[in-house]
């Protein structure tokens, strides 16, 4: 089976750069998704990385470490719209589980002023 | 384009009726998905269609949860004999086959409460 580990909560200010990190468990591995939901709206994809290293998307970047089993979203030049909750997902390996995805329980990010 | 629908967007209903719950995906999205998040938690995955390949149920916490999935579009949510467990919001995505499942499209949801 898939489990992933994320910090419950993380705080920062305006302006500054926070990182989430994810470590993951899975019987495969095929990839490490990252989704933001804000509270009462449905989840939006962010990145995904399914080789190790640095993927880039403007002040979001995400990072992964397969032989850690670990990758984490870095979010530069943090505004007030960025607080919600963020999760990593990894898919689901097997013929039948192929394409689902396991969320872990998600990272509250706290923008403050 | 137009994106996920889903409806209702909030149902309440009592303990033992059956709810059914819509979903739309992203017209030429081969790729269904129903997931359940509680408040304040992850995402519990439910059920996948996959073009005309039969369902993985695996996800789907009891024989009084079940899914179609109708003309390759549309898919339904049915939950029969509710319990005060099954409130939750109950969201739907889609996704192109070729990208493998890992970028989903997430409808708004449905906010199930059973009183």
């Known amino acids: 089976g898939q489990s992933l580990e994320q910090p419950s909560e993380v705080t920062a200010v305006e302006g500054a750069i926070v990182q989430i990190n994810c470590t993951y468990q899975t019987s495969g591995f095929y990839g490490l998704s990252w989704y933001q939901q804000h509270d009462g709206g449905a989840p939006t994809f962010l990145s995904y990385?399914?080789?190790?290293g640095l993927e880039e998307t403007g002040r979001f970047s995400s990072f992964l470490s397969r032989s850690d089993s670990y990758g984490y979203l870095l979010l530069q030049e943090l505004q007030m719209k960025d607080s919600a909750s963020y999760f990593c997902a990894v898919r689901g390996g097997g013929n039948t589980g192929f394409q689902k995805l396991v969320f872990g329980t998600g990272t509250r990010l706290l923008v403050s002023p | 384009g137009a994106g996920v629908s889903q409806s209702p967007s909030n149902k309440v209903t009592e303990k033992g009726k059956d709810v059914e719950l819509r979903c739309d995906p992203i017209?030429?999205?081969?790729?269904l998905y129903w997931y359940r998040q509680s408040l304040g938690q992850g995402l519990e995955f439910l059920i996948y269609f996959q073009g005309n390949s039969a369902p993985d149920k695996s996800g789907l916490p009891s024989d009084r949860f079940s899914a179609e999935r109708t003309g390759g579009s549309v898919s339904t949510l049915t939950i029969q004999r509710t319990q005060q467990e099954d409130s939750a919001v109950y969201l739907c995505a889609s996704s192109l086959f070729g990208t493998s499942g890992y970028e989903q499209y997430f409808g708004p949801g449905t906010r199930l409460t059973v009183t």
């Open positions: 990385n399914a080789l190790d």
């Open positions: 017209s030429g999205h081969t790729a």
